[in-house]
């Protein structure tokens, strides 16, 4: 699944699947959404792709998923520093903010940053392989 935003155009861009399902306007609920879909299918891997901005507006949902700890759930987060859907307005990860540091401040275990495109295969395997949630 894809939330709102510049995420939902590259998992678009990556091809049409029947278990895809994309956020167009509900800023922030990509997360809580995704954490519901992982509880009620706790035996299917739920893949969520998001935004910096959109995750930023629900940022309480990294407490809840700690907490409520789905083995299948793993979230992606595409940090471009920016509000691109409201004019491009910096996030504050523009600033000092570190999404990483934040999901591992809520008790989310397993985190990672890819920031070259060397280190593609980190995130390959952190999505198909890493106990979530990740």
Known sequence: MSGLGSSTWDV????????DFRFIGAMGQAGPFALGL????????VVLFTGDGELLMGLGVLATIANQSP????IVVLDNESY??????????????DLEAVAR???????GTITK??????????????????
């Open 71 to 74: 083995s299948n759930l793993v």
């Open 12 to 19: 678009t861009a990556a091809g049409e699947d029947a278990r």
């Open 84 to 97: 691109v859907e409201t004019g491009s307005q910096p996030s504050a990860t523009a600033g000092p903010t």
């Open 105 to 111: 401040g809520c008790g989310i275990v397993t985190t």
């Open 38 to 45: 992982a509880m009620a299918q706790p035996k299917k891997r």
């Open 117 to 134: 495109n060397s280190e593609v295969n980190l995130l390959r395997d952190m999505v198909y392989d890493a106990p979530g949630p990740v």
